[in-house]
């Protein structure tokens, strides 16, 4: 039965067994959110042969207990916001605003050490498949799908190791499809899952990123005319994930 993951690389490994269906598909990309996501992503995007690109999110971490996230942000101005947490600890507006202007500046920053002068992949009218290493609160998640759907995609795939049964169903109901190998009850946290889980450096994220822009330089950035993925939206919501599979 099921326990834990050796690292990220083997998580990536495992979600792309999950993905064959996806695989050599010009209208598909992996999005992956740095930086514990990236490793996963890679193994996704290098198993299926399509390209690898990432969405820059941040979380808003509440004052003086910084890892409890009252929300988080996203690229192309998106701000998510827990209510329910921004109104029990009765978070003033004026400190949220000075939070979120602070974690854009290292949103930003992040993005230009990233990419580098490569420019982001388009996304309108593709299939992202949508990479972290798991979801804990959920915050960060939401805001890369919200941000995603401002640039038009055909589909949306969350694709991650691991997560919480209701985190899972919550999911599934926003995106298209959500593929996650393992959803353990009681969750704890996304390391616990991991038997090795060190922190992924900038480095670490940059180095990927140019290995898999080299190994797919040659797929095109652009859908074709004629999508290859499904679009019927009657498919939204549905969780093809396949745990009890893995061994």
Known sequence: MLTQFHDRKEAGKLLAAQLTGYANKQDVIVLALPRGGVPVGFEIAKAL????????????????????????????????????????????????????ANEQQELERRERLYRGDRPAYAVQGRTVILVDDGIATGATMHAAVAAIKQRQPARIIIAVPTAAPSTCDEFALEVDELVCVIRPEPFIAVSYWYRQFSQTSDEDVRRLLERANHETSTIQSRPQNTPTTLTDKNNTGKDTSQAARWR
């Open 49 to 100: 042969h399509v390209p690898l690109d990432i969405i820059v999110v941040r979380k808003l971490g509440v004052p003086g207990q910084e890892e409890l996230a009252m929300g988080a942000i996203a690229t192309g101005g998106v701000r998510i916001l827990n209510k329910d947490v921004v109104q029990y600890l009765d978070i003033p507006s004026n400190m949220i605003d000075k939070i979120a």
